[in-house]
T-cell receptor, first 115, second 113 residues
Framework: DSGVTQTPKHLITATGQRVTLRCSPR?????VYWYQQSLDQGLQFLIQ???????AKGNILERFSAQQFPDLHSELNLSSLELGDSALYFC??????????????FGPGTRLLVL | GENVEQHPSTLSVQEGDSAVIKCTYS??????FPWYKQELGKRPQLIID?????GEKKDQRIAVTLNKTAKHFSLHITETQPEDSAVYFC????????????FGTGTSLTVIP
């Protein structure tokens, strides 16, 4: 168990809908990262938050948005869902405060299926 | 941005043999290289990492080597066991305004008993 939690574990929804994925980082970690993993695909970085502020952006669609709250949990919002959004969504966290790169610890993921 | 290539995409070895997975990166500013193991349907788990000021690191049956000049790094697993079967991902990271990891496309390792 990495200490990173994600809810829900599974989500089934229809095209055009909106969903929210939730992530709680490890205790003490200030940074949260969101990744998308499609079938037979690697891990695509979406976005990073550090202590409530957006720190880095990857290949995140405009239909997707995220935020990090004062208690450091984060939510990833996916709207106007398309079939191609079906994937595993991982959240990871790291300390990100020591001046060197820190290991990222991954949560168990949320499996999204868009029908 | 950084581009990480990983080879091979699939690898089958006999139990007890060694497995080697290779990654190359494009940005010479990358200075942190973690390796993750992902079993089917599970989370990626860190198995070993190396920083750019080190050429090699070992942890029991697992080792990672880094060649900064050639911009490549490799994962070596010795005395493979069936439980080593999984997908392995390499990554590179540049310390700038964030700690973003650029992942390779993964290697599916099968250890045949």
């Amino acid at each position: 168990d990495s200490g990173v939690t994600q809810t829900p574990k599974h989500l089934i929804t229809a095209t055009g809908q909106r969903v929210t994925l939730r992530c709680s980082p490890r205790s003490g970690d200030l940074s949260v990262y969101w990744y998308q993993q499609s079938l037979d695909q690697g891990l695509q970085f979406l976005i990073q938050y550090y202590n409530g502020e957006e720190r880095a952006k990857g290949n995140i669609l405009e239909r997707f948005s995220a935020q990090q709250f004062p208690d450091l949990h984060s939510e990833l919002n996916l709207s106007s869902l398309e079939l191609g959004d079906s994937a595993l969504y991982f959240c990871a966290s790291s300390v990100e405060d020591s001046g060197v790169q820190e290991t990222q610890y991954f949560g168990p993921g949320t499996r999204l299926l868009v029908l | 941005g950084e581009n990480v290539e990983q080879h091979p995409s699939t690898l089958s070895v006999q139990e007890g043999d060694s497995a080697v997975i290779k990654c190359t990166y494009s940005d010479s500013a990358s200075n942190y290289f973690p390796w993750y193991k992902q079993e089917l349907g599970k989370r990626p788990q860190l198995i070993i990492d190396i920083r750019s000021n080190v050429g090699e690191k070992k942890d029991q049956r697992i080792a990672v080597t880094l060649n900064k000049t050639a911009k490549h790094f490799s994962l070596h697993i010795t005395e493979t066991q069936p439980e080593d079967s999984a997908v392995y991902f390499c990554a590179a990271s540049i310390r700038n305004t964030g700690n973003q990891f650029y992942f390779g496309t993964g290697t599916s390792l099968t250890v045949i008993p």
